[in-house]
């Protein structure tokens, strides 16, 4: 996947992810700042293919979690990555500021799709679409200014790393209704659990790959395979091998020490219907 090259903009005080350094090195990231917005929601932070703000639904439940989304829109013709993007792509990422009343956050994926353009095939988002987050609120039933920084890429022809800044009062409007309407139906699109008929069943470790087995109602070479591997494990594009088998190649990484499994996540997606797992890898070659 190529990047493009832009000016970059640093923020005293500030830092970007762990996780780009390499990439900052050879390429730079678009910065827009969000101004602080009154409601529960995020102001709508713009790039050159698309916009994105965070929703909240306000106040914490008695657990002290509170749910939100990461809304996308994207420009015709331009996409987004998934969580496990490929060697080359941009997970989408939030970091909160210490400052933050939300003490972590979650990301939640909807089932992606598979991307391919002259350089690569990796896993994403075609259209717009609304990333479900679970926030860690220091409390109950409270709310407060949740503040961080965003950062995912952005591809047309090329890719472009986005980070924005943003900040927000969850408390502020709390029963929105057009925000929890929104936040709603990110979490009702995200895939169910592994069920009879739809889900991996079998995972085998071979030279230089993986061979996980599947139970598939309907036909299984209709179905998509979308893998997120262990850190240690760097996880090619599954090919179906017929009768609900798939070889994963195995791009890099080495195994565990002390005999331990790897676990891989995997999202299975058959006609409309997805699902969300994972799957114990074993050491030993077969």
């Not at 903009?9 to 009154?38: C, D, E, N, Q, W």
């Not at 969850?170 to 929105?176: L, R, W």
């Not at 036909?219 to 494990?233: H, K, N, Y």
């Not at 990484?253 to 074993?282: F, K, N």
Request: with cysteine.
């Amino acid at each position: 996947m190529r990047f493009a090259s832009l000016s970059l903009r640093f923020r005293p005080g500030r830092h970007i992810f762990a996780v780009m350094k390499t990439l900052l090195l050879a390429s730079a990231l678009l910065v827009a700042s969000g101004s602080p917005a009154l409601a529960s929601s995020s102001q709508w932070m713009e790039s050159e293919g698309g916009a994105v703000r965070i929703v909240s639904t306000g106040l914490s439940d008695a657990r002290g979690v509170a749910r939100g989304a990461l809304e996308i829109r994207l420009k015709p013709g331009w996409k987004t990555y998934w969580r496990a993007p490929g060697e080359a792509g941009i997970p989408p990422q939030i970091e909160l500021s210490p400052s933050s009343a939300a003490q972590a956050v979650e990301i939640h994926y909807p089932a992606p799709a598979w991307v391919t353009d002259e350089y690569s095939t990796w896993s994403g988002y075609k259209h717009s679409v609304a990333l479900p987050l679970t926030f860690k609120m220091e409390a109950a039933n409270s709310g407060g200014i949740i503040e961080g920084e965003v950062l995912l890429g952005i591809c047309e022809t090329i890719c472009i790393p986005f980070q924005a800044a943003f900040s927000f009062d969850s408390g502020a409007d709390p029963d929105n209704p057009q925000d929890a309407l929104l936040v709603q139906r990110a979490f009702m699109a995200l895939p169910g659990q592994p069920r009879e008929g739809l889900r991996i069943v079998k995972a085998e470790r071979r030279p230089g790959e993986i061979i996980l087995s599947a139970d598939i109602a309907g036909d299984p070479d209709a179905a998509q395979l979308f893998l997120a591997g262990a850190d240690d494990l760097q996880l090619g594009v599954p090919r179906h091998m017929g009768g609900g088998r798939f070889s994963v190649p195995l791009m890099g990484g080495t195994p565990q020490g002390g005999g331990r499994e790897q676990e891989i996540s995997y999202t299975l997606v058959q006609a409309a219907e997805a699902v969300t797992g994972e799957i114990q890898v074993p050491q030993e070659i077969r």
